[in-house]
């Protein structure tokens, strides 16, 4: 299956995609999280990017198009993926349209944009393999430190309140078409965010049988 989770900064896609991700064994690709990884490298693409980042604006097209194309021409890809983060603009949907990918499902994850807010001030990423956690939703077992791999949490730099604003202006204005450009061609399901991430959990499972 080829899905695709959309849904505002902070709205739970990554957390959604590792569900998904132990439920139907695909992997689940995140575009920031490839570019996180690029930056802590210090690689071409981690220098290209991250004056974008940081500034809370979107990486220009053309660079995760390309990241993406390397991505899912991978083995691993063969039997279905995960989009976590991508497309986030029309013509991001339209670079998957022209690679001849077909998509089987869209789940869009609805949050008021003031939960957001105190959602992402809260969260705590991993530096080591980017997995996310909050300091009251989903605290990790150890603070400080990750459950997977011990490696340390951290409040990204773009999880700072004033980027977050900014993200979800950019957001509004340039991913959020995308829901109607998926509702036309039947494939998007929209999932209500839930104060507990189980719930959003069961909804989820429900929108992949649906
Ligand atoms: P979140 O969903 O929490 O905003 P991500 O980790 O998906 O975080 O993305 C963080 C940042 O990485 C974005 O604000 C943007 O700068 C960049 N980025 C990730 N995916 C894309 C994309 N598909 N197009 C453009 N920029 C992207
Ligand atoms: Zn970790």
Redesign the pocket.
Known sequence: MNLILLGA??AG??TQAEVICDHLNIPAI????I??EALKNGTELGLK?KS??DS????P?EV?IDIIKERLSKDDCQNGFIL??????VP?AEALDAMGVKIDKVIDIEVADEKIMKRLSGRRVCQECGASYHIDYKPSKVEGKCDKCNGETVLRK?DHPDTIKE?LEVYHEQTEPLKDYYAKTGKLTIVEGQEEVKDTTALTLKALEA
Request: overall charge positive; charged content about 25%.
């Open positions: 900064p902070g896609k990554g995140s575009t920031g999280n570019i996180r990017a974008y980042m809370g604006a979107l990486v097209d995760v976590d983060g991508f497309p986030r603009t991001q773009d993200r």
